[in-house]
């Protein structure tokens, strides 16, 4: 089972950047299929990117991006501090929602839609707030 937190989130104008981090300590050898999902007041988690490592299963190829974030925000890998991170340019205001990390060996995209299965696990997530 992997452990996750995130961290980074916080407040911006309309336009700027932010730089998420998710990090990752238990069973973290095996392959992966790393995401980020954010869900906005009154709306449902939406899977925005998708990496995968050592192997993790995903039907598309890696990366993936939702169709809101392509071009505007980049999942990578940083080897050396063990972490996945989200850089989020050109911010905008409907970008408002609180970010989640999310792992399991295999992550789904069907329809543009991206999904765990239930054994996924999850970061306790961050908040980012974007002003117009």
């Known amino acids: 089972h992997v452990q996750l937190a995130e961290s980074g989130g916080g407040s911006v104008q309309a336009g700027g950047s932010l730089t998420l981090s998710c990090s990752a300590s238990?069973?973290?050898?095996?392959?992966?299929?790393m995401a980020w999902f954010r869900q906005a007041p009154g709306k449902g988690r939406e899977g925005i990117a998708a990496?995968?490592?050592?192997?993790?299963?995903?039907?598309?190829?890696?990366?993936w991006y939702a169709d809101s974030v392509k071009g505007r925000f980049f999942i990578s890998r940083d080897n050396a501090k063990n972490t996945v991170d989200l850089q989020m340019n050109n911010l905008k205001p409907e970008d408002t929602a609180m970010y989640y990390c999310?792992?399991?060996?295999?992550?789904?995209?069907?329809?543009?839609?991206?999904?765990?299965?239930?054994?996924?696990?999850w970061g306790q997530g961050t908040q980012v707030t974007v002003s117009s």
């Open positions: 999310g792992a399991d060996r295999e992550c789904t995209i069907l329809n543009g839609i991206l999904a765990y299965g239930s054994t996924a696990s």
């Open positions: 238990g069973n973290t050898r095996g392959p992966h299929c």
């Open positions: 990496k995968s490592i050592n192997g993790g299963r995903m039907i598309v190829a890696s990366p």
